[in-house]
Protein backbone atom coordinates (compact mmCIF):
# COMPACT_ATOMS: atom_id res chain seq x y z
CA UNK A 1 0.00 0.00 0.00
CA UNK A 2 1.64 3.30 -1.15
CA UNK A 3 2.32 5.84 1.64
CA UNK A 4 -0.18 8.52 1.62
CA UNK A 5 -0.07 12.69 2.64
CA UNK A 6 -2.85 15.28 3.53
CA UNK A 7 -2.14 18.61 3.23
CA UNK A 8 -3.88 21.49 3.88
CA UNK A 9 -3.77 25.33 2.70
CA UNK A 10 -2.82 23.08 -1.04
CA UNK A 11 -4.28 24.99 -4.05
CA UNK A 12 -1.27 27.65 -3.66
CA UNK A 13 1.72 28.47 -2.81
CA UNK A 14 4.23 26.26 -0.72
CA UNK A 15 1.42 23.80 -0.06
CA UNK A 16 0.85 23.35 -3.58
CA UNK A 17 4.91 23.26 -3.95
CA UNK A 18 4.42 20.36 -1.24
CA UNK A 19 1.79 18.53 -3.18
CA UNK A 20 3.63 18.48 -6.58
CA UNK A 21 7.05 17.44 -4.64
CA UNK A 22 5.27 14.73 -2.62
CA UNK A 23 2.97 13.17 -6.13
CA UNK A 24 6.53 13.21 -7.71
CA UNK A 25 7.82 11.07 -4.94
CA UNK A 26 5.10 8.21 -4.83
CA UNK A 27 2.58 9.68 -2.48
CA UNK A 28 -0.60 9.30 -2.53
CA UNK A 29 -2.57 12.80 -1.76
CA UNK A 30 -5.45 14.23 0.26
CA UNK A 31 -5.67 17.94 -0.77
CA UNK A 32 -7.30 20.53 1.58
CA UNK A 33 -8.64 24.52 1.27
CA UNK A 34 -11.43 26.61 0.25
CA UNK A 35 -11.16 26.74 -3.15
CA UNK A 36 -12.68 23.86 -4.41
CA UNK A 37 -11.61 24.53 -8.31
CA UNK A 38 -8.33 25.24 -7.70
CA UNK A 39 -8.12 22.02 -6.01
CA UNK A 40 -9.56 19.92 -8.83
CA UNK A 41 -7.61 21.50 -11.38
CA UNK A 42 -4.47 20.72 -8.66
CA UNK A 43 -5.96 17.25 -8.46
CA UNK A 44 -5.70 16.77 -12.08
CA UNK A 45 -2.76 17.72 -12.78
CA UNK A 46 -0.84 15.58 -10.10
CA UNK A 47 -2.86 12.47 -11.52
CA UNK A 48 -1.91 13.27 -15.13
CA UNK A 49 1.57 13.79 -14.60
CA UNK A 50 2.71 11.39 -11.94
CA UNK A 51 -0.63 8.91 -12.19
CA UNK A 52 -0.33 9.36 -8.12
CA UNK A 53 -4.00 9.14 -6.47
CA UNK A 54 -5.12 12.92 -5.84
CA UNK A 55 -8.61 13.60 -3.33
CA UNK A 56 -9.84 16.76 -2.58
CA UNK A 57 -11.51 17.74 0.26
CA UNK A 58 -12.78 21.11 0.25
CA UNK A 59 -12.55 23.21 3.86
CA UNK A 60 -12.42 26.54 5.53
CA UNK A 61 -10.62 25.65 8.69
CA UNK A 62 -11.94 28.47 10.59
CA UNK A 63 -15.08 26.62 10.69
CA UNK A 64 -14.99 24.37 13.60
CA UNK A 65 -17.34 21.46 11.58
CA UNK A 66 -15.16 21.74 8.46
CA UNK A 67 -12.19 20.85 10.72
CA UNK A 68 -13.91 17.72 11.78
CA UNK A 69 -14.62 16.90 8.83
CA UNK A 70 -10.98 16.64 7.72
CA UNK A 71 -10.21 14.84 10.97
CA UNK A 72 -12.03 12.30 9.86
CA UNK A 73 -10.85 12.08 6.23
CA UNK A 74 -7.65 11.67 8.86
CA UNK A 75 -8.96 9.16 10.79
CA UNK A 76 -10.05 6.74 8.09
CA UNK A 77 -6.40 7.08 6.05
CA UNK A 78 -4.90 3.52 7.13
CA UNK A 79 -1.79 4.50 5.60
CA UNK A 80 -1.34 8.52 6.40
CA UNK A 81 2.74 9.01 6.74
CA UNK A 82 2.74 12.49 6.27
CA UNK A 83 0.58 15.67 7.15
CA UNK A 84 1.26 18.88 6.24
CA UNK A 85 -0.33 21.72 7.90
CA UNK A 86 0.10 24.59 5.77
CA UNK A 87 -3.29 26.71 6.12
CA UNK A 88 -2.56 29.75 6.80
CA UNK A 89 -3.48 33.97 6.17
CA UNK A 90 -1.88 36.79 7.53
CA UNK A 91 -3.24 40.63 8.31
CA UNK A 92 -0.90 44.14 8.41
CA UNK A 93 -3.39 46.16 10.75
CA UNK A 94 -2.42 46.80 14.35
CA UNK A 95 -4.52 44.85 16.87
CA UNK A 96 -6.33 48.15 17.87
CA UNK A 97 -7.30 48.96 14.72
CA UNK A 98 -7.97 45.23 13.49
CA UNK A 99 -11.58 43.05 12.63
CA UNK A 100 -11.59 41.00 15.75
CA UNK A 101 -13.48 38.43 14.00
CA UNK A 102 -10.98 37.87 11.11
CA UNK A 103 -7.77 37.72 14.13
CA UNK A 104 -10.01 34.93 15.81
CA UNK A 105 -10.32 33.48 11.96
CA UNK A 106 -6.51 33.39 11.89
CA UNK A 107 -6.10 31.95 15.47
CA UNK A 108 -8.73 28.86 14.80
CA UNK A 109 -6.59 28.28 11.27
CA UNK A 110 -3.08 28.67 12.76
CA UNK A 111 -3.91 26.85 16.01
CA UNK A 112 -6.77 24.86 16.76
CA UNK A 113 -7.47 23.60 13.75
CA UNK A 114 -3.30 22.36 13.53
CA UNK A 115 -3.81 20.75 17.30
CA UNK A 116 -6.89 19.15 16.15
CA UNK A 117 -5.46 17.18 12.59
CA UNK A 118 -2.29 16.75 14.69
CA UNK A 119 -4.20 14.90 17.82
CA UNK A 120 -6.35 12.94 14.40
CA UNK A 121 -3.05 11.40 13.36
CA UNK A 122 -0.97 10.95 15.99
CA UNK A 123 -3.02 7.74 17.40
CA UNK A 124 -2.86 5.89 14.08
CA UNK A 125 1.12 7.32 13.27
CA UNK A 126 2.14 6.35 16.60
CA UNK A 127 0.23 2.48 16.22
CA UNK A 128 2.63 2.09 12.88
CA UNK A 129 5.33 3.80 14.20
CA UNK A 130 5.41 6.14 11.59
CA UNK A 131 4.66 9.21 10.49
CA UNK A 132 5.80 12.59 9.90
CA UNK A 133 3.88 16.11 10.42
CA UNK A 134 5.04 19.28 9.35
CA UNK A 135 3.44 22.16 10.83
CA UNK A 136 4.30 25.56 8.77
CA UNK A 137 5.09 28.02 10.85
CA UNK A 138 7.62 31.20 10.21
CA UNK A 139 10.05 33.22 10.92
CA UNK A 140 7.65 36.09 12.25
CA UNK A 141 7.21 34.05 15.37
CA UNK A 142 10.34 35.19 16.26
CA UNK A 143 9.66 38.69 15.66
CA UNK A 144 7.97 41.69 17.76
CA UNK A 145 6.54 43.34 14.71
CA UNK A 146 4.20 46.35 14.71
CA UNK A 147 0.93 44.82 12.98
CA UNK A 148 1.70 40.92 13.46
CA UNK A 149 0.55 40.73 16.89
CA UNK A 150 -2.38 37.47 16.06
CA UNK A 151 0.04 36.75 13.33
CA UNK A 152 3.29 36.50 15.10
CA UNK A 153 1.71 34.76 18.20
CA UNK A 154 0.08 32.04 16.62
CA UNK A 155 3.62 31.11 14.60
CA UNK A 156 5.46 31.50 17.97
CA UNK A 157 2.47 29.04 19.08
CA UNK A 158 3.24 26.60 16.54
CA UNK A 159 6.70 26.89 16.41
CA UNK A 160 6.90 25.97 20.45
CA UNK A 161 3.68 23.41 20.41
CA UNK A 162 6.28 21.37 17.43
CA UNK A 163 9.30 21.49 19.47
CA UNK A 164 7.29 20.12 22.69
CA UNK A 165 5.29 17.38 20.66
CA UNK A 166 8.58 16.33 18.90
CA UNK A 167 9.72 15.42 22.99
CA UNK A 168 6.44 13.77 23.86
CA UNK A 169 6.95 11.53 20.55
CA UNK A 170 10.45 10.29 20.49
CA UNK A 171 10.56 6.86 20.66
CA UNK A 172 6.97 6.70 19.01
CA UNK A 173 8.41 6.87 15.31
CA UNK A 174 6.97 9.77 14.69
CA UNK A 175 8.67 13.11 13.53
CA UNK A 176 7.68 16.70 13.85
CA UNK A 177 8.98 19.79 12.33
CA UNK A 178 8.31 23.48 12.27
CA UNK A 179 8.69 24.98 9.13
CA UNK A 180 9.72 28.56 9.65
CA UNK A 181 9.71 30.08 5.91
CA UNK A 182 10.60 34.19 5.60
CA UNK A 183 9.73 35.99 2.36
CA UNK A 184 8.31 33.32 0.00
CA UNK A 185 7.16 34.11 -3.61
CA UNK A 186 3.39 32.53 -2.99
CA UNK A 187 0.01 34.32 -3.40
CA UNK A 188 0.10 34.80 0.57
CA UNK A 189 0.35 38.74 -0.25
CA UNK A 190 -2.24 38.75 -2.70
CA UNK A 191 -5.28 38.89 -0.45
CA UNK A 192 -7.34 41.66 0.68
CA UNK A 193 -5.73 42.09 3.66
CA UNK A 194 -2.50 42.63 1.97
CA UNK A 195 -4.07 45.30 -0.50
CA UNK A 196 -1.44 47.92 -0.20
CA UNK A 197 1.27 45.38 -0.12
CA UNK A 198 4.46 46.35 -2.64
CA UNK A 199 6.96 43.57 -3.11
CA UNK A 200 9.05 45.86 -4.30
CA UNK A 201 9.89 47.59 -0.96
CA UNK A 202 11.10 43.87 0.38
CA UNK A 203 15.19 43.71 -1.20
CA UNK A 204 15.07 40.55 -3.37
CA UNK A 205 17.18 38.58 -1.70
CA UNK A 206 15.29 37.90 1.19
CA UNK A 207 12.71 36.44 -1.49
CA UNK A 208 12.31 32.40 -1.64
CA UNK A 209 10.66 30.38 -3.83
CA UNK A 210 8.17 27.90 -2.44
CA UNK A 211 9.91 25.18 -4.01
CA UNK A 212 13.24 25.40 -2.51
CA UNK A 213 11.20 26.36 1.22
CA UNK A 214 9.80 22.20 0.44
CA UNK A 215 13.19 21.05 -0.81
CA UNK A 216 14.87 22.06 2.36
CA UNK A 217 11.73 21.16 4.73
CA UNK A 218 11.75 17.49 3.44
CA UNK A 219 15.50 17.45 3.79
CA UNK A 220 15.65 18.46 7.35
CA UNK A 221 12.54 16.17 8.05
CA UNK A 222 14.72 13.39 6.94
CA UNK A 223 17.69 14.27 9.35
CA UNK A 224 15.26 14.72 12.44
CA UNK A 225 15.43 18.31 12.55
CA UNK A 226 12.62 19.89 14.43
CA UNK A 227 13.06 24.20 14.19
CA UNK A 228 13.64 24.57 10.43
CA UNK A 229 14.33 28.28 9.30
CA UNK A 230 14.88 28.20 5.50
CA UNK A 231 17.91 30.08 3.71
CA UNK A 232 21.17 31.51 5.84
CA UNK A 233 19.34 35.28 5.58
CA UNK A 234 16.62 33.89 7.52
CA UNK A 235 18.76 32.20 10.11
CA UNK A 236 20.41 35.48 10.49
CA UNK A 237 17.60 37.56 11.35
CA UNK A 238 16.31 35.16 13.71
CA UNK A 239 19.53 34.92 15.12
CA UNK A 240 19.97 39.12 15.28
CA UNK A 241 16.24 39.31 16.87
CA UNK A 242 17.51 38.30 19.99
CA UNK A 243 19.57 40.98 20.97
CA UNK A 244 17.69 44.34 21.76
CA UNK A 245 19.03 46.65 19.57
CA UNK A 246 18.50 44.30 16.71
CA UNK A 247 14.51 44.06 17.81
CA UNK A 248 14.47 48.07 17.85
CA UNK A 249 15.98 48.26 14.14
CA UNK A 250 13.56 45.37 12.60
CA UNK A 251 10.37 47.33 14.52
CA UNK A 252 11.35 50.99 12.72
CA UNK A 253 11.96 49.17 9.47
CA UNK A 254 8.62 47.57 9.67
CA UNK A 255 7.13 50.91 10.65
CA UNK A 256 9.09 52.45 7.51
CA UNK A 257 8.11 49.64 5.07
CA UNK A 258 4.15 50.19 6.62
CA UNK A 259 4.37 53.46 5.70
CA UNK A 260 5.40 53.17 2.17
CA UNK A 261 2.38 50.34 1.72
CA UNK A 262 0.02 52.97 2.41
CA UNK A 263 0.92 55.49 0.68
Not at 96 to 106: I, K, P, Y
Not at 183 to 193: I, R, Y
Amino acid sequence: MKSSALITGASAGIGAAFARRLARDGFDLTLVARRAARLEQLAAELRDRHATAASVVTADLAQADHVRRVAETIERSPNLELLINNAGFGSQDTFAESDLNRQLEMVAVHVTATMSLCRAALPGMIARRNGTIINVSSIAGFLPVVGKATYNATKSFLTMFSQVLQEELRGYGVRVQALCPGFTWTEFHDTPEYGDFDRSTVPRWMWMSAERVVEISLAASRKNRVVVIPGFKNQIIVAASRYKWAATLLRFLRLFLMKRWRR
